[in-house]
């Protein structure tokens, strides 16, 4: 059957839009992480190794809660009495054939309350070792950002020295025809270069930071060092300042804190292990049934209850004083952190604070004037009113200007994301 050929034509453009397509998506598919913060903590939880770890012993952790709470496994003891029948028969094993056969099971039963102080004392360490793996994705998270905020910083630097040198190659070639023409001294050409090779080595050192900090970001992520990361294109848009205030701020730290939290548990925990120490005045139990057979039948019963007397009771005193300053540690430790927690919150909100000002200084007042100046100095190089060396420090002050606006909103990544581990959730 011949296919028309207006009908070949529409097959054609429908083969090459969907081939278009599937190679888009597949780009897409393949695109190496690192453009926003958030492809690369989305990677970290799942590859990280340090993470894995901790969510593994959390799940260990949470296994142990039920079999704290659980009675012993009982226990069974089989006795054979007299198996020679006062050397009647040779010895042998048989049940049976013995004079008498003892079956004994026991089962240990904990004073009232213990197995669920146990049990708790299980729960609130699960409680604490889940905090420990919160606060280890807090901080791994905590880098990522903060180290994404220096490749930003880095790459932007990079683009802007690039730039920059690329001016001064243009600089370059008008010092030239202006020496050619007589109108300047030489000496502006050999500045020109000069300014180059300090550029073109700044290049190599950007680029060296720039390898290094891919490598660590790259460690993070559990990707081989050399793997290619995209170039960080945009940062997180930072909180107003009505959201960062500190008050505020410290209710939530109070309240969410993975450290905070994690002490929390460990002090449930110690006043549990407190309650059950002081239970270890009471005795426990073990009780038992055995059946005894003779030849093949069992014409005896016998029941049994040990209780294990607690005499030693110097040794209970210091346990319980134990359980005591180990609880008042745990409150100490508790305090400690918190206090660690907020003075960390007020050195981060100070220094985001700064940078703000600084972003707003150099956006709306110093770059505007550096590039004025740089304008005015140009145009006054060209027609012989400014000299050169005049020219390069206007250059140099608004790249300046340039470098501090990047440097202080990589900054306020820096310092937003060690608010963000303080809270253990983004803002």
Not at 95 to 118: E, F, H, I, N
């Amino acid at each position: 059957m011949k296919i028309p050929q207006r009908s070949r034509s529409t097959l054609f453009i429908t083969f090459s839009v969907f081939a278009s397509v599937w190679c888009s998506a597949a780009q897409a598919q393949e695109r190496p992480p690192g453009s926003d913060v958030d492809s690369l903590l989305i990677v970290a939880k799942d590859n990280n190794p340090e993470y894995a770890a901790i969510r593994f012993e959390a799940d260990a952790a949470s296994e142990r809660v039920a079999p704290a709470g659980n009675l012993p496994d009982p226990k069974f003891l089989t006795e054979l009495r007299d198996i020679t029948r006062t050397g009647e028969q040779n010895a042998t094993l048989s049940p049976s054939r013995v004079s008498s056969t003892k079956y004994l099971l026991t089962q240990a039963l904990p004073w009232y309350g213990k197995r669920d102080l146990k049990r708790e004392i299980a729960e609130f360490e699960a409680q604490g070792t889940q905090g420990r793996a919160r606060s280890t994705w807090a901080e791994i998270g905590a880098r990522i950002k903060s180290v994404f905020a220096q490749l930003y910083y880095v790459h932007r630097n990079e683009r802007l020295t690039q730039e920059i040198l690329d001016l001064i190659v243009r600089l370059e070639k008008i010092a030239q025809v202006r020496y050619a023409g007589g109108l300047s001294a030489q000496q502006d050409v050999i500045r020109a270069q000069v300014e180059q090779t300090s550029l073109r080595n700044e290049l190599i050192a950007l680029k060296s930071e720039r390898r290094q900090l891919q490598a660590r970001m790259n460690a993070l992520l559990s990707r081989p060092a050399e793997a290619v990361l995209a170039e960080p294109e945009h940062l997180r848009p930072v909180p107003v300042p009505a959201k960062l205030n500190y008050t505020v701020l410290e209710e939530r730290v109070r309240n969410n804190n993975p450290q905070l939290f994690t002490e929390e548990a460990l002090i449930k925990s110690a006043e549990k292990n407190r309650d059950l120490t002081f239970k270890n005045r009471y005795p426990d139990f073990t009780v038992g049934v055995s059946p005894i057979q003779h030849q093949s039948s069992f014409d005896q019963w016998e029941l049994m209850v040990e209780v294990n007397i607690p005499l030693q009771q110097g040794s209970r005193r210091a346990q319980e004083r134990e359980s005591e300053a180990m609880l008042s540690a745990a409150k100490a430790r508790r305090d400690v952190t918190a206090n660690q927690v907020l003075a960390e919150l007020s050195e981060y909100l100070a220094g985001i604070d700064a940078a703000r000002h600084t972003e707003d200084l150099v956006t709306n007042s110093l770059l505007p004037q550096a590039d004025l100046t740089f304008r005015a100095a140009l145009a006054g190089y060209e027609t012989g009113k400014v000299d050169f060396a005049t020219l390069l420090d206007a250059q140099r002050q608004i790249r300046q200007a340039r470098k501090d606006q990047i440097k202080a909103r990589s900054e306020m990544q820096i310092r937003l994301a060690q608010i963000e581990k303080l809270l253990g959730e983004d803002l």
